[in-house]
């Protein structure tokens, strides 16, 4: 199981982004979570997810608007569920507390409770931190399932220009790392 626990950054002089955080993850991470997502102290969030793919989904989203730190635990979780994230219980939980609190030191914001998966994970981003904000129009067009054809003519550029994009966004280097960290994720839950 995965526990994902991300704590916004200067809540105190900033508005509450735990509210948006909540929806993002639940429609990321969908039929993947075991319980809802909750807020469980002032600006933090916690969410229950079943599986690596939904959970690296759900730490990226965080990490790339800057403004979480983001831990994530894997691990046990108690049986039976409780009816809400707050009261479950395990290692997962224990683990994603841990590195929530490491995240806060790091100078990606995510902390993995597994080193090998933690340093796979702090590479992708580092990656997709130096992506422009070009890059990200790039990015998320072609993740909505747009061909490089179609960026081009939503964006009004070239395809050539999306080309660039692409690469010097890194955008198919995080394409192909992204199953082989899902996998490396998912053994580490195992």
């Known amino acids: 199981m995965f526990v994902i626990t991300a704590d916004q950054h200067d809540s105190r002089t900033s508005e509450d982004l735990v509210p948006d955080a909540l929806d993002e993850i639940a429609r990321l991470a969908g039929s993947a979570l075991l319980l809802p997502p909750e807020r469980t102290a002032g ?17 990226l989203a965080l990490t790339r608007t800057e403004q979480w730190s983001v831990g994530v635990g894997i691990g046990r979780v108690e049986d039976p569920l409780p009816d809400n994230v707050r009261a479950a219980r395990g290692s997962a939980f224990l683990a994603a507390r841990d590195a929530v609190d490491a995240a806060k030191k790091a100078p990606t914001r995510i902390a993995v409770s597994d080193p090998d998966a933690e340093a796979l994970v702090r590479l ?67």
């Open 43 to 59: 600006d933090e969030v916690q969410a229950l997810i079943r599986d690596a793919d939904a959970a690296l989904t759900v730490a």
């Open 124 to 190: 992708l981003v580092e990656l997709r931190d130096r992506r422009t904000d070009e890059g990200w129009e790039a990015y998320d067009l072609l993740a909505r399932g747009l061909t490089q054809r179609e960026a081009a003519g939503e964006l009004g550029i070239s395809e050539g220009a999306v080309s660039r994009r692409v690469s010097a966004g890194g955008i198919r280097a995080e394409e192909a790392a992204f199953p082989a960290l899902a996998k490396v994720l998912e053994r580490a839950s195992a």
